[in-house]
Nanobody
Framework: QVYLVESGGGLVQAGGSLRLSCAAS????????MGWFRRAPGKEREFVGGIIWNVGSTLYLDSVKGRFTISRDIAKNTVYLQMNSLKPEDTAVYYC?????????????????WGQGTQVTVSS
C-alpha cells in the first residue's frame, strides 16, 4: 500500500503561481511513476502530467506545457507540481497518483494509489 497526501492548493489570481506537493509513504519502493490529475467542476478527470520516479523524465498535458513543471525529491519521497501563469480554466481539484508498473501513461485507471486531492482556484 502507498499513501499519498497532497498539499499546497489554494486561491490565486490569474497569472499567479502555486506549488503543490505530494508526500508518499508506505511501500514507496514499488512506485515507478507519479502522476498529477485534475478534475474541474462538471468535467472528467484529466491527466496533467507525470514523472518517472527513478529517472526524472516527465510528460505533460499540452495545455500546461511551459507553465507547469513536475519534479521530485527522492530523499523526501515527495513529488511537486509547480504551476505558473495560472488561468481560470486551471481551477480544479488536483490529485496525485502512484503507479506500480513501468510506463508513464495518462490513463487514470492505470494508476494504483491516489491522494485525497487539493483544491486549486484561479480567479480572473
Amino acid at each position: 500500500q502507498v499513501y499519498l497526501v497532497e498539499s499546497g492548493g489554494g486561491l490565486v489570481q490569474a497569472g499567479g503561481s502555486l506549488r503543490l506537493s505530494c508526500a508518499a509513504s508506505g511501500r514507496t519502493a514499488s512506485t515507478y511513476i507519479m502522476g498529477w490529475f485534475r478534475r474541474a467542476p462538471g468535467k472528467e478527470r484529466e491527466f496533467v502530467g507525470g514523472i518517472i520516479w527513478n529517472v526524472g523524465s516527465t510528460l505533460y498535458l499540452d495545455s500546461v506545457k511551459g507553465r507547469f513543471t513536475i519534479s521530485r525529491d527522492i530523499a523526501k519521497n515527495t513529488v511537486y507540481l509547480q504551476m505558473n501563469s495560472l488561468k481560470p480554466e486551471d481551477t480544479a481539484v488536483y490529485y496525485c497518483a502512484a503507479r506500480s508498473r513501468i510506463g508513464l501513461v495518462s490513463a487514470a485507471d492505470e494508476y494504483d494509489y491516489w491522494g485525497q486531492g487539493t483544491q486549486v482556484t484561479v480567479s480572473s
